[in-house]
């Protein structure tokens, strides 16, 4: 992968952490974006990004994108439910998590990250 591209990659990391410490995005959700973005540059190993994908692997039964439309509608209460309960369980840990991403990689690509 070229440096651009890592950078990019990086950069999007950082954004996505940042949108959970920010509260835009819940801990599951930005776990799975996480995840996701983990073998896409040199974070394959982090220990941070290998716990999303562990939150993301616990969680990946809920209905979270465009599959909801497919679900029926108390079965979405149901599920919604249980998804609060479960984005509550794992925010303080993910939040963490999200701030070292951000400490560890921001400078890399933002500058001097402000505390």
Request: proline letters at 5%; a negative charge; aromatic letters at 8%.
């Amino acid at each position: 992968m070229d440096s651009v591209t890592e950078r990019a990659r990086r950069a999007e990391s950082v954004a996505v952490a940042q949108a959970v410490l920010l509260g835009d995005l819940d801990a599951v959700r930005g776990a799975w974006g996480l995840s996701g973005l983990r073998h896409d540059w040199e974070a394959e190993d982090d220990p941070d990004f290998l716990f999303m994908s562990g939150v993301a692997s616990e969680t990946d039964g809920f209905p979270l994108g465009p599959e909801r439309s497919h679900w029926h509608p108390s079965a979405l209460a149901r599920n919604d439910a249980e998804l609060a309960e479960v984005i509550a369980w794992w925010d303080a840990s993910v939040r963490e998590a999200c701030r070292r991403i951000v400490d560890r990689y921001g400078p890399t690509v933002l500058g001097p990250v402000a505390r």
